[in-house]
């Protein structure tokens, strides 16, 4: 009984050895996506090996029943889901350097959350986590009249959505004094974050900015308000609204931050092409070390030979010399014979 529960425990430590030589691993605890563009969710096995006949799958933690985003099993991808279908690749060269890094396609707000990158042989498993955060500019704030209190004051709603994360509103007056909210809502969907605020204006000559923030994108939308325009004791209101959306600041800070998303991207793949330049010249190495133990135990395999041969050669010659001796011997025999007669 004690010979059976140690064997099992030296298998149990064979086992967990061998499983300890490997690794999953992520460069990137969180990667920064924009909506509608593609990301790489990076993902390889240290020290590198193929994992060509291993099991890959990618799957999102963060949700109930840990969703399945792909899955690449049996030298095939089989990807079911509806969500990410059609949207996710793996690169089949790059599995044979182990990297299982995961091309996501047409990023969504929806796809923002937790990642699981799973490898899994037929003596070892492991696997690394990752955060996706998406960022998503809304559109532009729109300003509606829901007509006047008691008092002559003017009820102004502002509403914005598809943003991601959650944006900043606030109301401006026209010198750019932030103005309070009576009112706010924050709602989210698949989509991203839409924003509602509600405000009462009482000096109706005035100039009322709705502006929205996220970041380093902004959109602004002004609308003015004259006692010409707006009569609290007439029941037909006439709005004259005027769109300003900062369309030079945004764009510049949007240049901005796809030049950084850019520039992350392209420190990414730089990574990722000096990983592929040390995995080659490791494999490299690894095969010359090969063809050198190679050709020794070629040169062993002659030596022996050579060997045995030197050695079936001797024995050959020390045989001829016997034979030899015994020829003389004998007619040295039938010499000596007739003398005797």
């Given at each position: 009984?004690n010979?059976i529960?140690?064997t099992?425990?030296?298998?149990?430590?064979?086992?967990?050895a061998?499983s300890d030589?490997?690794?999953?691993?992520?460069?990137?605890?969180?990667?920064?996506?924009?909506?509608?563009?593609?990301?790489?969710?990076?993902?390889?096995?240290?020290?590198?090996?193929?994992?060509?006949?291993?099991?890959v799958?990618?799957?999102?933690?963060?949700?109930?029943?840990?969703?399945?985003?792909?899955?690449?099993?049996?030298?095939?991808?089989?990807n079911?889901?509806?969500?990410?279908?059609?949207?996710?690749?793996?690169?089949?060269?790059?599995?044979?350097?182990?990297?299982?890094?995961?091309?996501?396609?047409?990023?969504?707000?929806?796809?923002e959350g937790?990642?699981?990158?799973l490898?899994?042989?037929?003596s070892?498993?492991?696997?690394a986590?990752?955060?996706?955060?998406?960022?998503?500019?809304?559109s532009?704030p729109?300003?509606?009249?829901?007509?006047f209190?008691?008092?002559g004051?003017l009820?102004?709603q502002?509403?914005?959505?598809?943003?991601?994360?959650e944006?900043?509103?606030?109301?401006l007056?026209?010198?750019?004094?932030?103005?309070s909210s009576?009112?706010?809502?924050?709602?989210?969907?698949t989509?991203?974050?839409?924003?509602?605020h509600?405000?009462?204006v009482?000096?109706i000559?005035?100039?009322?900015?709705?502006?929205?923030?996220?970041?380093?994108h902004?959109?602004?939308?002004?609308?003015?308000?004259?006692?010409?325009?707006?009569?609290?004791?007439?029941?037909?209101?006439?709005?004259?609204?005027?769109a300003?959306v900062?369309?030079v600041?945004?764009?510049?800070?949007?240049?901005?931050?796809?030049?950084t998303?850019?520039?992350?991207?392209?420190?990414?793949?730089?990574?990722m092409?000096?990983?592929?330049?040390r995995?080659?010249?490791?494999?490299?190495?690894?095969r010359?070390?090969?063809?050198?133990?190679?050709?020794?135990?070629?040169?062993?395999?002659?030596?022996?030979?050579y060997?045995?041969l030197?050695?079936?050669?001797?024995?050959?010659?020390?045989?001829?010399?016997?034979?030899l001796?015994?020829?003389?011997?004998?007619?040295?025999?039938?010499?000596?014979?007739?003398?005797e007669?």
């Open positions: 009984m010979f529960f140690l099992l425990l030296i298998i149990s430590g064979i086992t967990y061998r030589r490997y690794e999953v691993v992520s460069p990137a605890d969180t990667v920064f996506a924009v909506a509608g563009e593609d990301v790489i969710l990076p993902c390889s096995v240290k020290p590198s090996i193929s994992v060509v006949d291993m099991r799958e990618w799957f999102r933690s963060d949700l109930k029943n840990s969703q399945l985003v792909h899955l690449y099993e049996d030298h095939e991808d089989r079911t889901n509806q969500s990410y279908r059609g949207r996710t690749k793996l690169n089949h060269e790059e599995l044979q350097r182990g990297d299982a890094s995961l091309k996501l396609s047409s990023v969504q707000v929806s796809d937790r990642y699981k990158c490898i899994q042989s037929k070892w498993s492991d696997y986590s990752l955060d996706i955060s998406v960022e998503a500019v809304g532009p729109v300003i509606t009249v829901d007509g209190d008691q008092s004051g009820h102004l502002c509403e914005s959505e598809g943003w991601n994360p944006p900043f509103l606030e109301w007056n026209s010198e750019g004094a932030s103005l009576e009112t706010t809502e924050m709602q989210r969907n989509d991203g974050f839409s924003v509602k509600t405000i009462t009482q000096h000559d005035d100039k009322i900015h709705c502006r929205v923030r996220l970041r380093h902004m959109l602004e939308t002004l609308i003015v308000t004259s006692s010409k325009s707006f009569n609290p004791w007439r029941t037909l209101i006439i709005l004259s609204t005027i300003a900062l369309v600041i945004s764009g510049i800070l949007l240049a901005a931050f796809v030049h998303n850019r520039e992350h991207n392209k420190r990414q793949n730089e990574y092409t000096e990983k592929e330049e995995d080659k010249l490791l494999e490299e190495r690894k010359k070390q090969q063809e050198r133990d190679k050709l020794l135990e070629e040169r062993k395999r002659k030596q022996q030979e060997s045995e030197l050695q079936d050669e001797n024995q050959r010659i020390k045989q001829e010399r016997e034979k001796e015994q020829e003389k011997l004998r007619f040295q025999q039938e010499r000596e014979k007739p003398q007669e």
